[in-house]
């Protein structure tokens, strides 16, 4: 992975550029605190008070859902739209409200996705759909939650596929490509698909693909084939 590790070291800086926006089906953990803590819990869905206590499932199903317009519903506050934002935005969104508001003493607003994933699939030790909680995650720690790619990988040319403002798109990787680092999948956003591919010597043992003695046997022969049906 990563040759010309001089070069990576300067280009990992441009993935400061990354967004990773809030989008329609996402399950957020939103809370909110204030100086006097008692004034601050008809704010938050009650159950979600010291949610790092609790498992994964348990605090999807008492997060906030992103509905098809954009918005979320919060206790008190009502409807907040969340279009253009990432986890900044709608804390500032939020923390806005509450002081223009007068609701509550100094608040404080936490935010984070609790059902992002992606899948890899392919030449990996444990291939999947894995769950996170980081805001953040890049192509080789999802490698990573796979148990690493098989020795019968190819690290030249993994696919991502990623669909993004109503639009599939699906980019080509070289993990060996220091230049990766400023690429935008670099970082990865909820739901993408990476798929790693079979070497060559993993699809001939495989039987699909023959020696070359016997590739080149059949390509002579389907050309032979051919010439006689031309002179006929």
């Known amino acids: 992975y990563l040759n010309e590790t001089e070069k990576a070291l300067v280009s990992i800086a441009s993935s400061s550029n990354y967004t990773n926006y809030i989008n329609t089906g996402d399950i957020l953990n939103i809370e909110i605190f204030s100086v006097v803590p008692e004034a601050a819990f ?17 605090m999807q199903l008492e997060g906030y859902l992103v509905n098809d317009s954009l918005t979320i519903n919060l206790p008190i506050l009502g409807k907040i739209s969340v279009a253009g934002l990432d986890f900044a935005g709608l804390e500032n969104r939020i923390l806005n409200t509450l002081t223009l508001g007068d609701h509550l003493t100094n608040p404080s607003v936490s935010v984070r996705r609790i059902n992002s994933k992606f899948t890899i699939l392919g030449e990996v030790r444990n291939p999947g759909t894995f769950s996170y909680l980081d805001n953040k995650i890049n192509i080789f720690q999802a490698i990573g939650f796979a148990g690493d ?24 990787i070289d993990l060996n490509d220091s230049e ?13 698909i990476i798929m790693i591919k079979p070497n060559f010597s993993k699809v001939k043992s495989a039987g699909f693909i023959g020696s070359p003695a016997s590739i080149s046997s059949i390509s002579s022969l389907l050309l032979s084939i051919t010439l006689l049906l031309i002179n006929n």
């Open 42 to 58: 008809p704010y938050n869905n009650y159950n979600n008070v010291n949610s790092f206590a609790k498992n994964l499932e348990q």
């Open 149 to 172: 790619l098989t020795i019968e990988g190819k690290r030249k040319d993994i696919i991502l596929i990623r669909e993004e403002n109503g639009l599939r798109k699906v980019f080509n």
């Open 180 to 192: 990766i680092l400023s690429k935008p999948y670099y970082l990865l956003k909820n739901n993408d």
